[in-house]
């Protein structure tokens, strides 16, 4: 009798803790933009991840470009969506839309390239350029700007360069490149925002003259013959963060089953696509549909398969250009977030002084990320807190450390930057400090996104 009523009792203890763990809203709309990174989402969906979690997803392709995907988290058109990894942090801080968003996991790792056409190639390369050199910085280009300068003076007409958004990981990996070459960016040249897909056509038309900008939008200029990939964003900061899953912050509060059903499907989907090459091809026939991506196999493969399409005609190995769970891909690092806002204050987006930590803490979340992991099963790093530019295949172009602990000093350190807030006047709002911890280079998930078979422990 007894361990009948235990068992009755046991009975109705999963029962009630089911019924409590089901989402609040299972009808949901997720928002994207055309670009393979968005391969997470898609891969929930078609491989029925999102349904196995009792949801209905529709994943809306956003034709309106990253301020559209914004407006809609926002406005609450969007229950989710796919977003830069700098944008809720922009949001939150008012400075892009003003609304407290969340970054709930990141999607990817990677993913971008600067790519310039034939005309600038051909007046870097009277300055030096080796358009096959890996990598390939920005001092022909600083050389050429030099001479342009002196030969036009007060006249002198700044080259257009397109990026995604003002505060797009774009935005800062073209910046970065050109100012460790010593060029200004606002004042050598313009760097103007546009929708992705439209980059190649505006190239074409000589509207700019090269662009960063993520898959297949570089590879579309490549195969066409109008110009190079010079550099990847893996080449600029090895295994960078791209980006993230979003929501308001109040709908995570209102629907936390519902949030965390979300994260673990996509997280499933994170998983698949880097357990095999085979899998990252399936992905890339669904990517190719017309209410995807809407590309030719043959383009999405050349950076999806473990290949990058710098020039025509040469396949170079990339195997991390796209890591979508490999390295803790999925991991949402306190770190990384705050390496945004440093960058905003490089570039003088933010005209007053915050305390990096408290934001950052209020916008990425680990720890609920941390829940939904053990619950899939995703390895966790030891902190969300990590320095970067100091490991194997965690390093920047020019050397440098990215210290969150020197997080003010790392801002002014820089012999480029256009700060509109005083390093003083920053310091005595960030009087904090954290324990870093470096996680090691693994690849638990498969070999696809990753470096070298040796890490591969699946």
């Known amino acids: 009798m007894l361990k009948q009523v235990l068992k009755i009792g046991l009975g109705i203890s999963v029962v009630a803790s089911t019924l409590m763990a089901a989402p609040e809203k299972t009808k949901l709309k997720i928002g994207f933009i055309a670009l393979t990174d968005c391969a997470p989402l898609v891969i929930a969906k078609e491989k029925g991840f999102f349904k196995a979690e009792g949801l ?165 200029i490549v195969l066409k013959g109008a110009g190079s990939a010079l550099v990847t964003n893996y080449d600029i900061w090895n295994n960078n963060p791209e980006k993230v899953l979003q929501a308001r912050a109040d709908f995570v509060k209102k629907n936390p089953e519902t949030t965390k059903a979300v994260m673990r499907a996509v997280v499933k989907a994170q998983m698949w696509l880097d357990a095999s090459w085979e899998n990252r091809e399936e992905a890339i026939k669904y990517l190719a549909k017309k209410n995807y991506v809407k590309a030719p196999v043959k383009v999405l493969r050349k950076s999806m398969s473990g290949t990058f399409l710098y020039n025509k005609g040469v396949d170079s190995a990339n195997p991390m250009f796209n890591v979508f769970a490999n390295d803790y891909a999925a991991y949402p690092f306190y770190s990384h977030g705050m390496w945004f806002i440093t960058q905003m204050y490089r570039w003088g987006q933010l005209d007053h002084a915050v305390n990096m930590k408290e934001v950052i803490e209020k916008v990425y979340r680990p720890d609920l990320f941390a829940e939904v992991a053990k619950e899939v099963g995703y390895t966790l790093p030891e902190s969300p807190w990590k320095k970067d530019g100091v490991d194997e295949y965690n390093k920047f172009l020019d050397g440098k450390v990215w210290d969150p602990n020197k997080a003010v000093d790392y801002i002014y350190d820089f012999k480029v930057h256009n700060s509109l807030v005083s390093k003083e006047e920053l310091a005595k709002a960030n009087k904090w400090s954290v324990e870093t911890k470096q996680p090691a280079y693994v690849c638990p998930y498969g070999p696809a996104g990753c470096a070298d078979p040796k890490y591969v422990t699946k």
């Open 56 to 220: 209905d997803v529709h994943v809306s392709k956003e034709g309106g470009g990253w301020p559209g995907i914004q407006q809609k988290v926002i406005s609450g058109e969007y229950d989710f969506s796919h977003a830069l990894a700098g944008m809720p942090i922009a949001a939150t801080l008012g400075i892009n839309g003003n609304a407290h968003l969340q970054a709930l996991l990141s999607l990817d790792l990677n993913g971008n390239a600067i790519t310039y056409g034939n005309n600038i190639i051909k007046e870097m390369e009277k300055y030096g350029l080796d358009k096959t050199a890996r990598p390939v910085d920005a001092s022909t280009l600083k050389k050429y700007i030099d001479a342009k300068h002196k030969a036009e003076g007060s006249d002198y007409s700044p080259l257009n360069f397109g990026m995604v958004h003002p505060v797009s990981t774009h935005n800062y990996e073209l910046r970065y490149w050109m100012a460790a070459s010593g060029i200004k960016p606002d004042e050598d040249c313009t760097i103007k925002p546009f929708p992705p897909p439209t980059m190649p056509s505006n190239l074409i038309a000589g509207n700019i003259e090269g662009y960063c900008v993520g898959e297949p939008w570089n590879s579309r």
